[in-house]
């Protein structure tokens, strides 16, 4: 369980230099070197004063099961916001105003990030759990032309539950 | 005199308060809902006037008519069969996007990288959905008259408080999409000519307006997560 510092919140108080004992988190990119880092060490995680430091879990808690009608109703309005965002970005393409085009663009965005939530909690949660394994496996099985094999063959192996 | 009445945002949960009034925009107390301008917008979030609703002693809905809901759901649940229970292209895009972000969370950067791959693969593959403002608009109702309340009534029942959660904010996000879809369709791009867009880039809030709240009104994270929309 190494240590990661989150640059945005970062004071530079530098108190995780101060008491450090490996000198982790003395680097030039900000970013705590993993290698010289302590598992379970949390020094630096208490002394921080802007509370910028936390631990990165080596494992996480399974997803909680859901339902059939859980994951049929997200999904149905999960379907809607990607058609929306689908048509949107069509309006976007089709207008020759520029602000109706930034507009078309803004709906397009905004049901994309309506859509990934509310599938999210259609039980894809956590990468690593077996249902997304399982909707990796099956995408492999049917690839298509141009389908990104690498990439699956990567979190395939990656991530393991 | 008649009571002085409040009005809640559904967006963002501000209350105006008719005996209140906001002294801050000129509008002083004792303000009665209708002598407000239509062109009203919620001090919070800016959403317009449309989306407030009066705020009553309500009694809790009728609790029958939730379980029929359900009922139904679960039948619709039920009823899929392979081909509907099999995401479509747009779905598995949507949800490779939100997995990288998963993977960006615990720091696992080449998996976030073959999670967008995915991502941008199958938004390639998703089909033609339609060209109009029209047919988003269809759809939002859709959402709005029935979509939400099924799935929320499901949810509630199964106490599953992550659907739940994500159900708060979309059902406020599609609320300001609709009245801004609404707006447009009145003034067309004049709504936007002399000001400014924003979209939240955790739950999808659209806000106009010259500058972007502090925090999202809906989802409460920092500015910093709020992106400005430009126009090009």
């Known amino acids: 369980m190494p240590a990661y510092r989150n640059i945005r919140l970062c004071g530079k108080d530098c108190m995780c230099l101060y008491v450090c004992p490996t000198g982790a988190t003395n680097t030039e990119n900000s970013i705590i070197d993993a290698s010289k880092c302590i598992p379970g060490c949390m020094v630096c995680v208490t002394a921080c004063p802007s509370g910028a ?15 059939t009608g859980v994951i049929a109703a997200q999904r149905t309005l999960g379907q809607s916001k990607v058609r929306q965002e689908k048509i949107a970005e069509a309006v976007a393409k089709a207008t020759n105003s520029a602000v109706t085009n930034q507009f078309a663009r803004a709906v397009a965005k905004s049901n994309l990030r309506m859509a990934e939530d509310i599938l999210r909690e259609s039980g894809y949660l956590l990468p690593q759990s077996g249902e997304v394994r399982e909707l990796l496996t099956s ?10 094999k690498d990439a699956a063959e990567l979190l395939l192996t990656r991530l393991q539950g | 005199m008649k009571p002085m009445r409040r009005f809640k945002c559904s967006v963002c949960g501000y209350i105006y308060d008719e005996s209140a009034g906001v002294p801050g925009q000129g509008i002083t107390p004792g303000t009665t809902w209708e002598d407000l301008p239509e062109d009203f917008v919620c001090p919070l979030c800016m959403a317009p006037k449309g989306v407030f609703k009066l705020l009553e002693e309500a009694p809790h809905p009728d609790a029958g008519a939730g379980s029929a809901i359900i009922e139904d759901t679960h039948k619709a649940a039920d009823g899929l069969d392979d081909g509907i229970k099999e995401l479509s292209a747009g779905e598995i895009s949507a949800i490779c996007s939100s997995l990288a972000k998963g993977c ?15 991502a941008d693969y199958f938004k390639t593959q998703v089909s033609d959905q339609g060209t109009s403002w029209d047919e988003v608009a269809n759809e939002l109702q859709e959402d709005m008259a029935a979509r939400f309340e099924r799935a929320n009534a499901v949810a509630r029942a199964d106490e599953d408080r992550g659907a739940l959660r994500s159900l708060v904010w979309s059902e406020k996000v599609s609320m300001m999409a609709k009245s801004l879809l609404e707006r447009f369709a009145r003034e067309g791009d004049a709504m936007l000519l002399n000001t400014k867009i924003f979209v939240c880039d955790i739950c999808g809030l659209i806000m106009v307006g010259d500058v972007p709240p502090e925090i999202c009104p809906v989802c409460k994270v920092p500015r910093f997560n709020i992106v400005e929309i430009e126009r090009r």
């Open chain 1, 53 to 67: 430091i936390s631990m990165i879990p080596d494992q996480y808690p399974p997803q909680q099961p859901k339902s």
């Open chain 1, 139 to 148: 995408l492999r099985e049917k690839a298509g032309p141009g389908f990104p």
């Open chain 2, 104 to 118: 960006e969370k615990q720091r696992l950067t080449e998996e976030m990288a073959a999670f967008n791959e995915l």
